[in-house]
């Protein structure tokens, strides 16, 4: 308090008013720089899972088209013994 009270004897509540908002001011930057990270955050983490069900989708397509593959040779080989 004896802060504040110096400011206002120096600068009169005017000043006083104006570095309480200032600090509030700054206070509320921060909270942006953390919500602005947060949110870059959930965006990565969207992106990556995002990446990893393209992946997981390309997998069990090559798995059905090698499983296709591998049936229509086996049809073939059945056809050619008989």
């Known amino acids: 308090m004896e802060i504040a009270q110096?400011?206002?004897k120096a600068w009169g509540?005017?000043?006083?008013i104006a570095i309480?908002?200032?600090?509030?001011?700054?206070?509320?930057e921060k909270r942006e720089e953390k919500k602005d990270?947060?949110?870059q955050l959930l965006e990565n983490l969207l992106?990556?899972?995002y990446d990893e069900?393209?992946?997981a989708a390309d997998r069990i397509a090559e798995a059905i088209h090698g499983n296709a593959t591998a049936l229509i040779a086996l049809?073939?080989?059945i056809r050619a013994k008989k």
Do not use: C, D, Q
Not at 13 to 16: A, D, E, R, T
Not at 20 to 28: E, G, I, N, Q
């Open 37 to 39: 990270t947060r949110i």
């Open 13 to 16: 509540p005017p000043g006083l």
């Open 53 to 55: 069900r393209i992946a």
């Open 20 to 28: 309480v908002m200032w600090v509030m001011l700054l206070k509320s």
């Open 47 to 49: 992106t990556e899972s």
């Open 6 to 8: 110096e400011f206002l």
């Open 75 to 77: 049809v073939n080989e």
